[in-house]
């Protein structure tokens, strides 16, 4: 069955530093998705993505954050200069369809720690 | 905007006890809605979604759920808990009324375990 997967699994990241989250979405998904989940918090939107655009951000998605697919199967998800309070879990997903109602499938996530 | 409550952080039942989990919505219009669940070391797994159709749904690994316009409430149930459902699940929205966006707005989690 096909799957969305995610790397690193872990990744410990100094303060300022920059990262990037990798993500192969579903082969004929098109639309994907990157969530995050701060430890004892719930999963939050970060921001949607088709057609090589953003179709939707959340206010969590500043200026630090950006998203690419470099190629035709990556999706990325940078942080430009980590924070703190940027630890957390983050996920992605991608779906067929962005209609609302349309399944997300989601990847094992990549969790973030920034020390 | 939407939002989506979860009662419950842990629950804890007993391998064969009935198994519930609650989620209440927001909204004046019926969202979309689903139950996601999360085992250990792994991605969130659709269980299953409620779009319109039939009120009762079922989804995978017998779960059930039931959509309750009047109380605005989208319950998980499962007849019979077996110890491989220990996990954490999370219910989830998607407002249809966002004009074609499909953000989903999730619930905090509930930690569901089974003891023998």
């Known amino acids: 069955e096909p799957e969305v997967t995610q790397t690193p699994s872990h990744q410990v990241t100094q303060m300022g530093q920059e990262v990037i989250l990798r993500c192969v979405p579903i082969s004929n998904h098109l639309y994907f998705y990157w969530y995050r989940q701060i430890l004892g918090q719930k999963v939050e939107f970060l921001v949607s993505f088709y057609n090589n655009e953003i179709s939707e951000k959340s206010e969590i998605f500043d200026d630090q954050f950006s998203v690419e697919r470099p190629d035709g199967s990556n999706f990325t998800l940078k942080i430009r200069s980590t924070k703190l309070e940027d630890s957390a879990m983050y996920f992605c997903?991608?779906?067929?369809?962005?209609?609302?109602?349309?399944?997300?499938?989601f990847g094992p996530g990549t969790r973030l720690l920034v020390l | 905007a939407q939002s989506v409550t979860q009662l419950g952080s842990h629950v804890s039942v007993s391998e064969g006890a009935l198994v519930l989990l609650r989620c209440n919505y927001s909204s004046s219009v019926p969202p979309y809605l689903f139950w996601y669940v999360q085992y250990p070391n792994q991605g969130l797994q659709l269980l299953l979604k409620y779009t319109s159709a039939a009120t009762l749904v079922k989804g995978i690994n017998g779960f059930e759920a039931e959509f309750k316009k009047s109380e605005t409430s989208f319950h998980l149930t499962k007849p019979s808990a077996h110890m491989s459902d220990a996990a954490e699940y999370f219910c989830?929205?998607?407002?249809?009324?966002?004009?074609?966006?499909?953000?989903?707005?999730f619930g905090t989690g509930t930690q569901l375990k089974v003891e023998l």
């Open positions: 997903a991608s779906s067929e369809e962005a209609s609302p109602g349309w399944t997300q499938y």
């Open positions: 989830a929205v998607s407002d249809r009324l966002t004009g074609g966006g499909n953000k989903l707005t």
